[in-house]
């Protein structure tokens, strides 16, 4: 009887601490540094928010971050490896409209499931586009463009920083509201597709997220003629909304943060509570503010509704212009 008892009181022990188990190692999280995954080249605006984020989050939790760069398919590569990842909360990713919206609708084959296979952590911000050209570029305005595409079809071309980007589908909503046709040349990142305009290398126009495109704009190497927001930016109050031509035209880019479907949730609570405190640091809300950046900082579960109605929305904008890639 007392070595059965023995047995007994061994593995009521034994199972308490097998279930203890998994929670240990989450009050320890993270032990170890954390992998963010930029699905986009570097300095892009969601490498340029990994990098600002990470600076307050690592040190809040104990740990480091990593940003790895990995470009390709509207953000799509980068995605289908966070996708895949253990969903232990070490391997995180910046993913945007085209990642996490667009993608699903434009591509017909696309590898993960932008809603099954990930767990939302926390919107950074949102920004809208603005309609750029080279500044000894012929087109004053907006209208100038407009008239050039329609004496000329198919041969102004626009940059964006890859294909399924909110950059590629302002150039095409912007086809399909002035019956108009451009040719896109789709780059890898934000800071290529710049490059090409700057240097006079196969782009005309650009439809660029108005964070990277900001400081070329104050220096003087690139004109602004409308962004892309339904009405005009705080950023850039002399530039007008395209709206303000073009009625109905509203496009406004987002940045946000998501792990892995399965990641427990203690986890999920405890990266999107830092990373939100983070946003709401005033150093970084003022940093983000300066790049045209309206902060954010929703919760997972706002997150995830907000990302369901911008699905839905970019269904309908896709079916429309018959937009699809292989």
């Not at 660029?208 to 409308?226: D, Q, S, T, V, Y």
Request: charged residues 15%; hydrophobic residues 40%; positive net charge.
């Amino acid at each position: 009887m007392h070595r059965r008892a023995l047995l007994a009181a061994s593995t009521a022990v034994a199972a308490l601490t097998l279930a203890g188990a998994p929670a240990l190692a989450q009050d320890k999280y993270p032990a170890k540094p954390i992998t963010y995954i930029v699905p986009f080249g570097a300095g892009g605006t969601t490498d340029v928010l990994a990098r600002l984020v990470t600076l307050k989050v690592g040190p809040a939790l104990g740990t480091s971050f990593v940003i790895e760069n990995k470009p390709g398919a509207g953000g799509g590569t980068g995605s289908d490896i966070t996708a895949k990842a253990p969903a232990d909360g070490y391997t995180i990713q910046g993913g945007t409209i085209s990642s996490h919206a667009i993608n699903v609708s434009l591509y017909s084959k696309l590898p993960y499931d932008p809603v099954k296979n990930f767990q939302p952590i926390t919107m950074i911000g949102s920004m809208p586009n603005v309609l750029v050209v080279r500044a000894d570029s012929p087109y004053k305005s907006l209208q100038d463009v407009i008239a050039a595409i329609k004496a000329k079809p198919g041969t102004i071309n626009y940059a964006s920083s890859g294909s399924g980007t909110s950059q590629h589908l302002s150039g095409a909503f912007f086809e399909q509201l002035t019956g108009s046709k451009m040719v896109h040349v789709p780059y890898k990142s934000s800071a290529e597709s710049l490059n090409a305009i700057l240097g006079g290398q196969g782009a005309d126009i650009i439809f660029e997220n108005l964070a990277p495109a900001l400081p070329h704009i104050k220096a003087g190497k690139l004109r602004a003629l409308g962004v892309t927001s339904e009405k005009r930016s705080a950023t850039l109050p002399e530039v007008p909304a395209l709206a303000e031509t073009l009625p109905g035209f509203s496009i406004v880019s987002w940045q946000a943060i998501f792990a892995p479907a399965g990641v427990p949730q203690p986890v999920v609570d405890k990266l999107s509570t830092e990373v939100i405190k983070a946003i709401n640091d005033p150093e970084v809300k003022s940093k983000l503010v300066a790049q045209g950046i309206e902060p954010s900082g929703m919760t997972p579960a706002e997150l995830s509704a907000f990302q369901k109605s911008e699905i839905d929305k970019w269904a309908r904008v896709i079916k429309a212009g018959n937009i699809k890639i292989d």
